[in-house]
């Protein structure tokens, strides 16, 4: 069975709140270490076969798919996750201006306030980063007001153009 098969079949298996609970803390432990780690030594490329990665880790190799599958919109080329075994050998390369943004997005701020973060990107690079993702979150309205020029160019106020029709 793939890992990513396996992975998923784990997230969703049926258990207690508590049973959940205590599986996604052991999750984001492993996940948390797995990032200072990275952060801590700049890496932003990391090779080797999914076992060798798991090892180094100190991770199970379900729950390393997991985090690929997490990090893997932040990396310059996804990694296919269907397909991955434990002697598929994959090249993560990091970009971590997105990953910062993409943390933000899963409201992960067990990750994106770690103090790791200082040596990677500059407090002015975060504030942007936060400042884009904050934009991205707002939403427009598309409504005409009343006392607006009608959108279909008549020059007329709407009230007194198409609100009327």
């Not at 052991?26 to 090779?47: A, F, P, Q």
């Amino acid at each position: 069975m793939e890992l990513h098969k396996k992975w998923k079949e784990l997230v969703d298996l049926k258990r207690s709140k508590e049973e959940n609970d205590a599986f996604w803390k052991g999750y984001i432990l492993k996940e948390t270490s797995v990032y200072e780690i990275i952060l801590e030594n700049k890496r932003d490329i990391i090779t080797g076969s999914v076992s060798e990665i798991s090892k180094e880790f100190d991770m199970e190799l379900e729950f390393l798919v997991g985090f690929i599958d997490g990090i893997n919109t932040s990396l310059k080329s996804e990694i296919d996750l269907e397909n991955l075994s434990e002697n598929t050998e994959i090249n993560m390369e990091i970009d971590f201006e997105k990953l910062y943004y993409n943390m933000l997005k899963a409201k992960a701020d067990w990750l994106y306030n770690l103090e790791q973060w200082d040596d990677i990107l500059t407090k002015g690079e975060r504030s942007k980063i936060k400042k884009e993702y904050s934009i991205s979150q707002m939403v427009v309205s598309n409504k005409v007001g009343r006392n607006e020029d009608c959108p279909c160019g008549s020059g007329k106020k709407y009230k007194k153009c198409c609100l009327n029709s």
